[in-house]
T-cell receptor
């Protein structure tokens, strides 16, 4: 069964460093998303991406964040200068065109900023 | 805009007892509604979804949910709890448009006592 994959599973970085979180969506999907979950809190929408551009973004997705689909398979989230409060689980999701709009989630990348 | 409210951050039941996790939604368009389960240190797994059609939807692991438009509710139930049901449960809503972001509730932690 096709699935969304994410790498790495755990990333540790120093405050101020740049990180890139990687996702491989399901191959025939057209919409891509990033969500984050701070420990013990709810899952929060960050951004959605379609046709090589951002469709929607939340207030969390400020200038330090960017997304890219550098090739036909990967979808990345870059955090330019990490802060302590960026420590969270980051989930990638993808969905196809269809009335059920189901998003398939990856297993997540745990980001720890020291 | 869409949002969900989950009543009760923590629900505790005995093994074999009824599970009832409450979710109320707010949506300016007919909603798509979802329940996800998250086991410790794992990603999000879809339990069930409501898009159109039958208002009582059945999901995996014996769970079901009923969409009640008049009550703007989508409560999750299971007739008999198992120890393995202990997890965090998230209700989520998205709009009809493809690629619409998903808004999650704060989550309900289900504990099952032997």
């Amino acid at each position: 069964e096709p699935e969304v994959t994410q790498t790495p599973s755990h990333q540790v970085t120093q405050m101020g460093q740049e990180v890139i979180l990687r996702c491989v969506p399901i191959s025939n999907h057209l919409y891509f998303y990033w969500y984050r979950q701070i420990l013990g809190q709810k899952v929060e929408f960050l951004v959605s991406f379609y046709n090589n551009e951002i469709s929607e973004k939340s207030e969390i997705f400020d200038d330090q964040f960017s997304v890219e689909r550098p090739d036909g398979s990967n979808f990345t989230l870059k955090i330019r200068s990490t802060k302590l409060e960026d420590s969270a689980m980051y989930f990638c999701a993808s969905s196809g065109q269809g009335l059920d709009n189901e998003q398939f989630f990856g297993p997540g990348t745990r980001l720890t900023v020291l | 805009a869409q949002s969900v409210t989950q009543l009760g951050s923590h629900v505790s039941v005995s093994e074999g007892a009824l599970v009832l996790l409450r979710c109320n939604y707010s949506s300016s368009v007919p909603p798509y509604l979802f329940w996800y389960v998250q086991y410790p240190n794992q990603g999000l797994q879809l339990l069930l979804k409501y898009t159109t059609g039958a208002t009582l939807v059945k999901g995996i692991n014996g769970f079901e949910a009923e969409f009640k438009k008049s009550e703007t509710s989508f409560h999750l139930t299971k007739p008999s709890a198992h120890m393995s049901d202990a997890a965090e449960y998230f209700c989520a809503v998205s709009g009809l448009r493809w690629g619409n972001d998903m808004r999650f509730g704060a989550g309900t932690r289900l504990t099952v006592k032997p």
